[in-house]
């Protein structure tokens, strides 16, 4: 495990083969499968991804917040208990984490997915030259996926010129040493998402994958992410013991750490845009 956690924090990225048993692939796969009937079913209901919505048409890539009632299936709690997958994480940040993020991502139906160059959360500045992270996020890839675009490294660096005209201007274009990454079903692409990264995918060509994110419990960035749902009555009890420590971990650390107003505005305005953005290509490529 250490070679890998040497590539992550080097390259900003490592994708690490065969993590899950065929068992448990079939089982999560099945449980994506069910996620996105149900949103393919009624997107609006969700906080749907999109490549095409308008009034008469939507075409979905995924959703976010898996863990809401609204769309939990308690199979989602096995990451978070999954020894290998949850070992890498624990290299990376220690034993006591805390919950961040949980969503599911699947291919569009019709026009092709394009998501913009970008650092999550826009924070577009944000880098660490020695590379440490505030945070594992990861892809359990449950099909081959070849969606995952980065240029290794950017997360120890400021943008170049380059990088930073794609940012500003929601791009798509090739940049100077960008990598595509090829997972194949049962593999695990741990990132760093303050790595210069996008996605790209052929509508049709078959994806399931769950995206999730972690960080260590005294983080003293990122977090403010208990989430509605989290704070409802009895929710917190209908998780498994694993995900409630996660997650009261989250709870704690945000009542702890009220953020400053400007750092809501900021926040509030990032989130606005990445809801309001459908990832296709200018023109809205069809296949």
Same mark, same amino acid.
């Given at each position: 495990?250490?070679?890998? *956690?040497?590539?992550?924090?080097?390259?900003?990225?490592?994708?690490?083969?065969?993590?899950? @048993?065929?068992?448990?692939?079939?089982?999560?796969?099945?449980?994506?499968?069910?996620?996105?009937?149900?949103?393919?079913?009624?997107?609006?209901? =969700?906080?749907?991804?999109?490549?095409?919505?308008?009034?008469?048409?939507?075409? +979905?890539?995924?959703?976010?917040?898996?863990? @809401?009632?609204?769309?939990?299936?308690? *199979?989602?709690?096995?990451?978070?208990?999954?020894? &290998?997958?949850?070992?890498?994480?624990?290299?990376?940040?220690?034993?006591?984490?805390?919950?961040?993020?949980?969503? &599911?991502?699947?291919?569009?139906?019709?026009?092709?997915?394009?998501?913009?160059?970008?650092?999550?959360?826009?924070?577009?500045?944000?880098?660490?030259?020695?590379?440490?992270?505030?945070?594992?996020?990861?892809?359990?890839?449950? +099909?081959? @996926?070849?969606?995952?675009? *980065? *240029?290794?490294?950017?997360?120890?660096?400021?943008?170049?010129?380059?990088?930073?005209?794609?940012?500003?201007?929601?791009?798509?274009?090739?940049?100077?040493?960008?990598?595509?990454?090829?997972?194949?079903? $049962?593999?695990?692409?741990?990132?760093?998402?303050?790595?210069?990264?996008?996605?790209?995918?052929?509508? $049709?060509?078959?994806?399931?994958?769950?995206?999730?994110?972690?960080?260590?419990?005294?983080?003293?960035?990122?977090?403010?992410?208990?989430?509605?749902?989290? %704070?409802?009555?009895? =929710?917190?009890? %209908?998780?498994?013991?694993?995900?409630?420590?996660?997650?009261?971990? +989250?709870?704690?650390?945000?009542?702890?750490?009220?953020?400053?107003? &400007?750092?809501?505005?900021?926040? %509030?305005?990032?989130?606005?845009?990445?809801?309001?953005?459908?990832? %296709?290509?200018?023109?809205?490529?069809?296949?």
């Amino acid at each position: 495990m250490d070679q890998y *956690v040497r590539a992550f924090v080097d390259q900003g990225f490592v994708l690490v083969p065969g993590m899950l @048993d065929e068992p448990t692939l079939g089982r999560w796969r099945a449980a994506v499968d069910r996620t996105a009937v149900t949103v393919r079913a009624a997107p609006k209901a =969700y906080e749907s991804r999109y490549t095409l919505r308008t009034e008469d048409e939507t075409d +979905t890539w995924g959703v976010s917040h898996i863990f @809401d009632l609204a769309l939990y299936d308690p *199979v989602f709690a096995e990451v978070f208990e999954h020894p &290998a997958l949850m070992g890498f994480v624990h290299a990376v940040l220690g034993e006591q984490l805390r919950f961040w993020s949980a969503h &599911a991502l699947w291919e569009p139906t019709s026009v092709n997915y394009e998501l913009n160059w970008h650092k999550d959360n826009m924070e577009t500045d944000r880098y660490a030259l020695d590379g440490r992270s505030t945070h594992v996020q990861f892809n359990v890839c449950l +099909t081959a @996926d070849d969606c995952f675009r *980065v *240029v290794p490294g950017s997360h120890r660096r400021p943008l170049t010129d380059a990088e930073r005209a794609q940012v500003d201007s929601s791009g798509t274009g090739s940049l100077p040493g960008e990598l595509a990454v090829r997972s194949l079903p $049962g593999d695990v692409l741990f990132m760093n998402h303050h790595a210069l990264h996008r996605g790209s995918g052929v509508a $049709g060509v078959v994806r399931r994958t769950f995206h999730m994110n972690l960080q260590a419990a005294d983080e003293p960035t990122g977090g403010h992410t208990s989430w509605r749902f989290m %704070r409802q009555e009895g =929710y917190l009890q %209908r998780m498994s013991p694993t995900v409630r420590a996660l997650m009261e971990n +989250t709870i704690a650390w945000d009542d702890a750490h009220p953020l400053p107003i &400007a750092e809501v505005v900021r926040r %509030r305005r990032a989130s606005r845009y990445i809801k309001q953005h459908d990832a %296709r290509a200018a023109g809205g490529t069809q296949q």
